[in-house]
């Protein structure tokens, strides 16, 4: 009766467990059943069809449970990049999924020694009557740039057998190269903040900034691996982004004016208004890439920040399509932090020149300050005493009037005068046989370096028209004949290399120098003019003697 029945019941035999010969009877001929021997051929059939039943030794179960036999469990251990096996007491591998199998014989061999171990280690802690017995960890290397991470997990029956060992291997390779990378940067980083060493106070501020950007540059090429970068800063009062140095791009590329704001400033002006980095792996299909480098075909543009403040952006470019990835765009930030650092301590720096005495001028306003103002107590403490002293009450007025001064000379020293140091007021006037008479054109938008470089020029006797702005300067230019024109880079309504160029065009011989701030040079204009005759660059803050000594020089070179 029963074989006339039909089977609807599948059940799967793994391996040659302990079942009593009447009930594998019974079960042979209520249901449809399968034998095999090997783990592979017990995946290999759960592939093919389901299964009511499984049937094996506890211990074959519970590994089998553990390495998910159903079918999507396994296609799943089929597929993940890391390796799973389950190795005896002897170390043999007695079943690996396929990632693990791909593997080198060296790391299989290491995989199933520490399995081994394991095992031993498993057994020991059994008979000392251990209950919870955990998986082991170990890290190992095949070879110096391979490095891989495995558990080790005891497979443990219900009557408390060790049977087997489950290994989980990871190839930890990319993760350490990727550390050793960021540790990279990190050194990278803390060098470009070495910029207050002995050699910073040996150099001006050009100096500084083409010291900063050919350490930038190195990190770029030897450890991030980009062939070219852009710096842009934020100028906060006018909201542009001024480029301070690039590498590797043509002077077209740099030619863009570019505010912070999300449309139609490029993907600059929009990292720089939203505050993220930006991967653009094809440049064709977006509308925010202005043109960089030649045959560009991707970029990666991060934001400059300091103290949760944007400070300015980096930008990245490569003529490969889609060249940059998560990796590169997070150590491109880390850089791009150290970046800001070492901006922001420039920054000090030049604040430092322009209080003339830098910080020695600030500790000695901070240091005189107090003792000042009790000397100022104390005099008028003994003048109201001395009423009806007056020779005496005279000469405490006198003695406060000076420390007054001495206070206010101080302060005046520390607080510096916006980008050229005054000379004394006794020696402004002396009149200059080389700049007797020479008509200069003076540009600048600050009206107290504009204001201070005619009252030194015109009291060496040359004839000094001045210039607020870049389109004022080229009026005059157009109007009049200058010996030389003395122009400030970043200006409104047209810049210091317009003001060069214009000159250039009206008269060729026409010397001139320009100024800036903070070693910023705005789309190259430097070396545009330099290549084109520039006289000389003076970098604020400047002292009087650089002004007339580079103004002289200039204009006895026509």
Partial sequence: MASGRVKSTNILILGNPDIDPDFQGWIESHACVEHVSTFEAALEALKEKPFDTIVSRASDFITLRGVHVSEDATALLDGVNIGVGIVDESGSLEWANPKLLSLTD????????????????????????????????????????????????????????????????????????????????DRAGRELLSLDAEEIARLNMQDRLELLERKAVRCVKELLNFDNLQIRVLDKANNKLDLVFSHGVPVEGLSHNLSATSEGNGICGYVATVGRSYICPDVANDPRYRTGIENGKSSLTVPLTLQDELVGVANFESVKLASFNEHDRQFAEIFGRYIALALHLLKLLVTERKTTTGQVGSDLLSDMTGPLNDILTEVELLTEDYIGHDDLRHRLRTLSDNVIRIRDSVKSITEGHGGIVREEAASAKRTDPILHGKRILVADDEDIIRETVRDVLTGRGCEVSAAPDGETAIALIAEQTFDLVLSDIKMPRQDGYEVFAATKVKNPKTPVILTTGFGYDPNHAIVRARQNGLAAVLLKPFKVDQLLEEVRKALQST
């Fill in 106 to 185: 060296g790391v299989r061999d290491q995989v199933c020694q520490r399995c081994a171990e394991t095992f031993r280690w498993a057994m020991a802690e059994v008979r000392a009557g251990t209950r919870d017995i955990r998986g082991r960890r170990f890290t190992f290397s095949s070879d110096p740039e391979s490095h891989y991470e495995m558990t080790a997990t005891p497979v443990i029956d219900l009557p408390n057998r060790v049977t087997q060992v489950a290994a989980v291997v990871w190839d930890m390779s990319d993760a350490r190269r990727l550390q050793a990378k960021v540790d990279a940067i």
